[in-house]
């Protein structure tokens, strides 16, 4: 799954992006970005981030390698939204720099970059993480940011349906 976005062989037109970070949060976000993908018929680019703070100077943790802590957090997100069915297009990578950065970068000319509400640190308090809260205010595309209260992913009748009428989402329950 590790990479980059050049490497992917993907046209970065045809796309929807998704950060991931091992919350509760980001895996749902997959779940939004395979039913998004659906229905736009375009691939998902699941993106993880990782960056090594560097405040505590130069100690260096034996045996430890962030690269790979990450690769297997993506894995385990991954397998925990789709279990064995893949979504066809699938690619995950790994990346490394500030999580903000690296998903407004990997959004240039992407359909839609969806990210959790909330990641895994940060006060619980505040309704948008800093990642989120960035990639709202900064993001090249669209963003969908998904909160876990919002746990039922609409089926692929539901996503992009518009009652021609009022412009409200068609509901189909």
Known sequence: MAGTMEEQGTPRTSRIVVGVDGS????????????????????????TAWHMETVFGSYIIPDWDPDQD??????????????????EGFTGVCVRGRPAKVLIDAAESAHM?????????????????SVSSACV?????????????????????????????????????
């Open 24 to 47: 509760a949060e980001s895996v749902l976000a997959l779940k939004w970005g395979q039913k998004m993908a659906q229905s736009l018929n375009t691939r998902i680019i699941a993106v």
């Open 70 to 87: 990450a690769q297997q957090l993506l894995k385990d997100a991954v397998q925990e939204a789709f279990g064995d069915g893949m979504p």
């Open 137 to 173: 205010e900064h993001a090249p595309c669209p963003v969908l940011v998904v909160p876990l209260s919002l746990d039922t992913v609409p089926g692929p009748e539901t996503v992009g349906a518009n009652n021609e009428d009022t412009d409200e989402p068609v509901s189909t329950s």
């Open 113 to 129: 970059l969806i990210v959790g509400s909330r990641g895994r640190g940060g006060f619980k308090g505040m309704l948008l993480g």
